[in-house]
């Protein structure tokens, strides 16, 4: 007789979720764990799973804000490998005016220049990697577009 023994390693990596405008209800696999931006510990939010042959973390994450359009995705190893950063789409009311406008060539305004130029690299890597889908890159890439 043969036996196997499995035996999961727990991992410490802390992941952030971020949403644009901040303050979104986070909701993973339909459980309230926190409002954006929120850091988690995956393993402890979506429990590892065999599924198939594979032993992974696998779920579902929300971002529900008064005000904006609801967004869900699903989420697994891969996706929770990296911070995690949505953009809701908001009627004007949600929406926070900056505290002082940045002036062009100023830098506040470059800081948000590179940080849209990182988040559209990002999108493109999961879209590349046909984690989303060609409909979700596009309203993801307009939304971040039009922040510029």
């Known amino acids: 007789m043969s036996m196997v023994y499995l035996a999961a390693c727990g991992s410490n990596r802390l992941v952030t979720i971020d949403s644009s405008p901040q303050g979104a209800n986070v909701i993973a696999d339909g459980k309230k764990i926190g409002v954006t931006p929120i850091e988690i510990m995956p393993d402890d939010v979506f429990p590892p799973r065999w599924i198939g042959s594979s032993y992974m973390v696998k779920g579902k994450l929300e971002l529900i804000k008064q005000d904006c359009e609801p967004l869900s995705m699903e989420v697994n190893d891969y996706v929770l490998s990296q911070p995690v950063s949505m953009d809701l789409k908001c009627t004007?009311?949600?929406?926070?005016?900056?505290?002082?406008?940045?002036?062009?060539?100023?830098?506040?305004?470059?800081?948000?220049?590179?940080?849209?130029?990182?988040?559209?690299?990002?999108?493109?890597?999961?879209?590349?990697?046909?984690?989303?889908?060609?409909?979700?890159?596009?309203?993801?890439?307009?939304?971040?577009?039009?922040?510029?």
């Open 92 to 148: 004007a009311q949600s929406k926070v005016a900056p505290a002082v406008a940045a002036e062009p060539g100023s830098p506040a305004k470059q800081a948000t220049k590179n940080n849209l130029e990182e988040r559209l690299e990002q999108l493109q890597g999961l879209h590349d990697k046909g984690l989303i889908s060609d409909q979700e890159y596009q309203n993801q890439r307009q939304r971040i577009l039009s922040e510029l």
